[in-house]
Structures are given as structure tokens and as C-alpha cells.
């Protein structure tokens, strides 16, 4: 199997910054994208931000010039570091992983448990 734990969220003033780590382990061969999403309460889950292998990247327009997804493939970990936040950028933010598991050859998504950002004005 394969675990995805993220870490680093907590609460914050508008302006201030945190950065989310995200760690995938388990049966796991090689990884493609990752990936950080969100959800805030009421509303669909949406993309934040998206690294390739590559380290291509893709940014949320809400989110574009304040946040920096970054990975370590060696780590098999994702980061994400937020900056200038503000008060429309709580939610809970999960973390997923495009996996070819040990054995396969197809991928699969996962997805973390979600980790909770409060930015309070």
C-alpha cells in the first residue's frame, strides 16, 4: 500500500506564511505528479498547485506569485510554501501522488487525510 502524510498546516494571520510538507511511503516504485488541492467548507475541492518529476509546474490563478510548490524525489516528498496568505485560503489541503506502486505498471492516485489552514484577518 501507499501513505501519504501531510504535515505543517496550522493557523495563521492574513500576510504570514507556512509551508506543508507531504511525505508518501509504502510499495512505491516511482511517483509522476504531485500535487496540493483544497477544500474550504461549502465549496469543491480544488487545485492549488502541481509539480511533474520534471518539476513542471502549475499554479492555481488565486494562488499564483504567493505560493511555491516544490518537490524532493529522493524524499519522495512534496512541499508547498505559502506566503502573503489570506483569509480565502482557509481550508483543509490535501496532498495527492500520481504512484506506480512496486509490480505495476499502471498508476494509481492517492490522496493524504488533509491538513487544516486557518488564515484569520
Known amino acids: 500500500q501507499v501513505q501519504l502524510v501531510e504535515s505543517g498546516g496550522g493557523s495563521v494571520q492574513a500576510g504570514g506564511s507556512l509551508r506543508l510538507s507531504c511525505v508518501a511511503s509504502?510499495?512505491?516504485?516511482?511517483?509522476?505528479?504531485m500535487g496540493w488541492y483544497r477544500q474550504a467548507p461549502g465549496k469543491q475541492r480544488e487545485l492549488v498547485a502541481t509539480?511533474?518529476?520534471?518539476?513542471?509546474?502549475r499554479y492555481a490563478d488565486s494562488v499564483k506569485g504567493r505560493f511555491t510548490i516544490s518537490r524532493d524525489n529522493a524524499k519522495n516528498t512534496v512541499y508547498l510554501q505559502m506566503n502573503s496568505l489570506k483569509p480565502e485560503d482557509t481550508a483543509v489541503y490535501y496532498c495527492?501522488?500520481?504512484?506506480?506502486?512496486?509490480?505495476?505498471?499502471?498508476?494509481?492516485?492517492?490522496w493524504g487525510q488533509g491538513t487544516q489552514v486557518t488564515v484569520s484577518s
Open positions: 509504502g510499495s512505491i516504485s516511482s511517483i509522476n505528479d
Open positions: 495527492k501522488a500520481d504512484v506506480i506502486r512496486m509490480g505495476f505498471v499502471v498508476r494509481s492516485a492517492y
Open positions: 509539480i511533474t518529476r520534471g518539476s513542471a509546474t
